[in-house]
C-alpha cells in the first residue's frame, strides 16, 4: 500500500510554483519581454555561435522554468527558440521544453489537489459528474483537441487532466503532439526576426489565427474529436 504524503510534501510544489509565479510576473515581465530579445539579440547568437552545445541546453532548461513556474515570456521564448536554432531544430526545443514544464506542472498540481478533487468529482452527481465522465471516455480526443484549439489557455489545459487524474505518459504525449502545429507557426516567426528587427517592427502574433493557419489546425482538431463522434454514431 502506497503511503500517503504529508501536507507540507503534497503542498510544498504548488507553493513554490505560486511563488515563482508571483516573484516572475513583479521583477522578470521586462527581462523576459519581446524588447528584451530585441535588445540582446546580439549578444545571443553571438553566445550561440560559440557555445553550439551549451546553447539549447540552456535554453531548454529556460523554457521548461518558465512553463513550469507559470511566468511571462512563454511566447516570447518560443519566437527565441526559432530566432537562435531556425525552424528546425527550434520547434524541436520548443516543443520538448514546453511538455516538459507542462508535466511539472501537471504533477504538482495533481499531487497537492488533484487527488482531493478527483474524489469529490467521482463522489458528485449532476451535470460536473456526467461531464468528467464524458471527458474520461474520450481522453485522447479531448486532450488533444485542448492543445489542438488556440482558444484553450495553455495553463487551463495543464490543469484540468491533473483534476481528472489523468495518467502521467497519456498527458505527456497527447501535450506534445497538440503543441506541435501552434509551436511550428511561431518558431517559424521566430526565425524570420531578423529581418523584423533590421525594419524596427514587432512580430505580427497574430498570424497564428490567420485563415490559412488557422484552418488546418482547426481541422486537425476536428479529426481528433473524430472518434468521439463515430462513438456517439454507433450508440444511436
Known amino acids: 500500500m502506497t ?9 510544498a510544489p504548488l507553493v513554490a510554483i505560486a511563488v515563482g509565479a508571483i516573484l516572475g510576473a513583479v521583477f522578470l515581465r521586462d527581462q523576459l519581454g519581446f524588447e528584451a530579445l530585441r535588445d540582446n539579440r546580439e549578444a545571443l547568437l553571438a553566445y550561440a555561435a560559440a557555445h553550439p552545445v551549451m546553447t539549447p541546453a540552456l535554453f531548454i532548461v529556460s523554457y521548461v522554468v518558465i512553463v513550469a ?7 516570447v521564448a518560443t519566437l527565441t527558440g526559432g530566432f537562435l536554432f531556425g525552424v528546425f531544430p527550434g520547434v524541436v526545443f520548443n516543443v520538448v521544453a514546453a511538455t516538459l514544464g507542462a508535466v511539472a506542472i501537471f ?3 495533481r499531487v497537492g489537489l488533484g487527488e482531493g478533487l478527483r474524489r469529490r468529482i467521482d463522489a458528485s452527481d449532476g451535470a460536473v459528474r456526467k461531464l468528467t465522465d464524458g471527458i474520461r471516455a474520450n481522453e485522447v480526443p479531448v486532450l488533444l483537441t485542448m492543445r489542438l484549439v488556440p482558444v484553450v489557455p495553455f495553463f487551463v489545459a495543464n490543469l ?10 497519456r498527458f505527456a504525449w497527447t501535450t506534445l503532439v497538440g ?7 511561431y518558431t517559424w516567426v521566430g526565425s524570420g526576426l531578423g529581418e523584423v528587427f533590421a525594419r524596427g517592427e ?7 489565427f490567420e485563415p490559412h493557419i ?3 489546425i482547426l481541422g486537425l482538431a476536428a479529426l481528433s474529436l473524430m472518434p468521439i463522434l463515430l462513438k456517439s454514431l454507433r450508440r444511436t
Request: positive net charge; hydrophobic residues 55%.
Open 69 to 75: 513556474f507559470s511566468l511571462p515570456g512563454a511566447t
Open 179 to 185: 503543441i506541435v502545429p501552434g509551436g511550428l507557426v
Open 107 to 109: 504533477l504538482a498540481v
Open 202 to 208: 514587432a512580430p505580427d502574433l497574430g498570424i497564428l
Open 214 to 216: 488557422l484552418g488546418p
Open 3 to 11: 503511503k500517503a504524503l504529508s501536507p507540507l510534501r503534497r503542498w
Open 160 to 169: 484540468i487532466p491533473a483534476f481528472l487524474g489523468v495518467a502521467t505518459s
